[in-house]
């Protein structure tokens, strides 16, 4: 769980889930004790900062997480599960992959690793490739390009709230939001006609772009499923007029009407607009 993340979660109706599982969401739903949307983020850093300062460090929980993120819609309940061990162990063995040996060592102790590592092959064996499915994924410092293609601009929500209290937790203040909310048939149909558009006017650079992953991975869930994007902690490390001037899906949308109708300096203008904001962005990563 990253501090200044942005994530994006597909919420399946209770439907979509199996007789056992939609007792245990069901009760979960009506729980007292199960973490507020408005204080998930902060229970889950404080989750995984507690597994990762701990001694030995340990890279992913020992149980999967109880928990997850709801939403109801006309009296209907959608289920995002938190998926807390499988998306670390995701992200263990991606860091793992791309870290060389001497550096990983200094992260996490061999032993540890590697237990973590045969942990994660063996839920593998027993579960295959339907059990890798995640319902949120998570990036750091940015939002990808490709994640805004499944929203409209006006499926905008954004509340300011207040600005932290001194000495607070940027990562952890509540009520201050941006996110996009749609069906899953609109994301789809969204998703697919900018891969249409793309391929036809960029041809092979079109891969380059995401959209087909992302697109791929929508068609995992039920068609009746609800896709979010939660701009999660970045809203902490942009002032008020940088999220009120935030408008990337619209101006994402108008790059691909650009280029689908020849007005190629419209779309190369658009285009440009996002991809900057997002750069300067990811520039607060490194810092001082």
Not at 139 to 167: M, Q
């Amino acid at each position: 769980m990253l501090p200044y993340a942005a994530y994006l979660r597909v919420y399946e109706p209770l439907t979509a889930f199996s007789e056992s599982e939609r007792k245990v969401w069901a009760d979960y739903a009506e729980s007292r004790d199960r973490p507020r949307r408005a204080n998930a983020l902060q229970a889950e850093h404080g989750e995984s900062l507690r597994r990762l300062l701990a001694v030995p460090p340990h890279p992913a929980p020992a149980q999967e997480s109880p928990n997850a993120y709801l939403r109801r819609v006309e009296d209907r309940l959608y289920v995002c599960p938190w998926q807390t061990r499988l998306r670390s162990w995701l992200a263990f063995s991606r860091l793992r992959g791309s870290t060389p040996v001497k550096m990983m060592d200094r992260f996490v102790p061999k032993t540890i690793a590697e237990q973590t590592a045969d942990d994660f092959d063996r839920f593998k064996r027993q579960g295959g490739a339907s059990a890798l499915r995640t319902h949120i994924r998570t990036t750091a410092w940015h939002v990808p390009p490709s994640w805004f293609i499944p929203f409209d601009g006006n499926e905008r929500w954004l509340v300011l709230g207040a600005a932290p209290a001194k000495g607070q937790d940027l990562t952890t203040a509540t009520g201050r939001n941006l996110i996009y909310v749609t069906s899953m048939a609109q994301a789809r149909r969204r998703c697919a006609k900018a891969l249409q558009v793309l391929r036809k006017h960029l041809g092979d650079v079109a891969a380059g772009l995401d959209v087909e992953d992302v697109a791929r991975w929508l068609e995992e869930f039920h068609p009746h499923s609800l896709v979010e994007l939660d701009y999660g902690g970045l809203v902490h490390v942009m002032d008020d007029d940088a999220l009120q001037a935030d408008q990337s899906v619209a101006e994402l949308s108008a790059a691909l009407t650009g280029l689908e109708t020849g007005q190629e300096e419209l779309a190369f203008a658009m285009y440009q607009r996002v991809i900057l904001r997002w750069k300067s962005m990811q520039l607060l990563e490194s810092a001082n």
